[in-house]
């Protein structure tokens, strides 16, 4: 059965500084997402991830994955208080079936 | 629509009451999906429709769940007899060509 663990949960960092998010999971998949999602809000896709080493970045946010490694990461850089939010990434099951399976979601906050 | 639309955006349902909540994808997006998401948690998998054709129901958590998207447009999530613990945000998202999904605002459900 696909898992897939975020960490940290909660993250709590400075404006202008740097951090990563780490995503893992358990079993082969060929697709990898990150979602952001504001308080009572629904998601908003970031990044799709399909191959090993892709690399994807969009303002100081940038996403990398290794399948190999079955690890994915989200990197901040230089954060500033508009990316506090809750950060998931989700990946699709490689059993046949439809399902994406999301991690328990990263909660940021950004200290101005 | 430019977006996938969900109603009713609240729902407050006595214990025992049938409830149905509607997604309207993106006009075109063949995929649909339905996910739950409880307070503080990743959405969780319910069901996967192509067109009219509901290919995955593993993730429905009882009888009492039931989906259908009869023309392969709107979606109905029916949630027969409501208890307690199906308090939770529905959430609805389409699929087109591409690899990415585009989540519906959500339905968030509360059972009293």
């Known amino acids: 059965e696909l898992k897939v663990e975020q960490n940290p949960l909660f993250l709590s960092m400075q404006e202008g500084k740097n951090y990563t998010i780490y995503c893992n999971y358990s079993?082969?998949?060929?697709?990898l997402y990150w979602y952001r999602q504001d308080p009572g809000k629904s998601l908003e896709s970031l990044f799709v991830?399909?191959?090993?080493?892709a690399v994807k970045q969009e303002g100081r946010l940038m996403a990398s994955l290794d399948t190999k490694a079955r690890l994915s990461t989200l990197h901040i850089t230089a954060a500033v208080h508009d990316l506090s939010a809750t950060y998931f990434c989700?990946?699709?099951?490689?059993?046949?079936?439809?399902?994406?399976?999301f991690g328990a979601g990263t909660r940021l906050f950004v200290k101005a | 629509g430019a977006g996938v639309s969900q109603s009713p955006r609240y729902k407050v349902a006595k214990r025992g009451q049938d409830v149905a909540l509607r997604c309207d994808p993106i006009s075109g997006h063949v995929s649909l999906f339905w996910y739950q998401q409880a307070l503080g948690q990743g959405p969780e998998f319910l069901t996967y429709f192509q067109n009219e054709a509901q290919l995955d129901k593993s993730g429905l958590p009882s009888d009492r769940f039931f989906a259908e998207r009869p023309e392969g447009s709107v979606s109905t999530l029916k949630i027969q007899r409501t208890q307690q613990e199906d308090s939770a945000v529905y959430l609805c998202a389409s699929s087109g060509q591409d690899y990415g999904y585009t989540f519906g605002s959500g339905t968030r459900l509360t059972v009293v």
């Open positions: 079993t082969t998949s060929d697709r």
């Open positions: 989700a990946v699709d099951g490689n059993t046949g079936g439809f399902k994406t399976i």
């Open positions: 991830l399909l191959s090993n080493g």
